[in-house]
């Protein structure tokens, strides 16, 4: 019976070691696609973007909370300009075993798109940020139809930066508003930008 279990356990851990293996994998074409394709950084340059190893500690299950009818604000921007927002929902979650929570926020311009009218914006620093990450936080997008029975998959391994990490002046980036620090070092997903 002893020997059953083992075999049992030993079957199990095989199974989660091929799943981390598969996302690892996906992860990876992932961020060579994200490198390829990059709209702002171009040629030999792209060298000089990396990520954190693919992780699936930070690939979350987060319990959504809709915040209805939720007044529109004013979010600073790199340029010291502001873009109207509002907060479409707040999330929580866990990381390491620390309950954690976020604003997630919908553009009123975006909004007024037919390609981007169900975006939503989920900015965010934490511990790393001005480290080992850009010092103006970094994003994550999410589309209202991820979110299912009160439910969203928020995978920090896909946090990337905003174009102000590549170019200063150009762009205008919204700065994650104070209440999305997070408590915690995320050591997932895009780091700071290296030129060489």
Known sequence: MKKLFLLSISFL??????????????MARYFDTYISKHEVVKGADKKAIHFFSADTAFRVRARFERRENGEWFQMKTSS???????????????????????????SQLL?????????????????TTGNETYEGGRYIDLEIGDIANNEVVIDFNKAYNPYCAYVSGRYNCPLPPRENHLAIAVTAGEKKFREH
């Open 13 to 26: 851990s095989a199974i989660v070691s091929l799943g981390q293996t598969a996302y690892k994998d996906s």
């Open 80 to 106: 010291g300009s502001l873009q109207i927002y509002r907060v479409y929902g707040v999330i929580t979650f866990k990381l390491h075993d620390t309950t954690l929570k976020l604003n997630v926020y919908q």
């Open 111 to 127: 909004m007024e798109t037919k390609a981007y009218k169900n975006h939503l914006f989920l900015p965010f620093t934490d511990f």
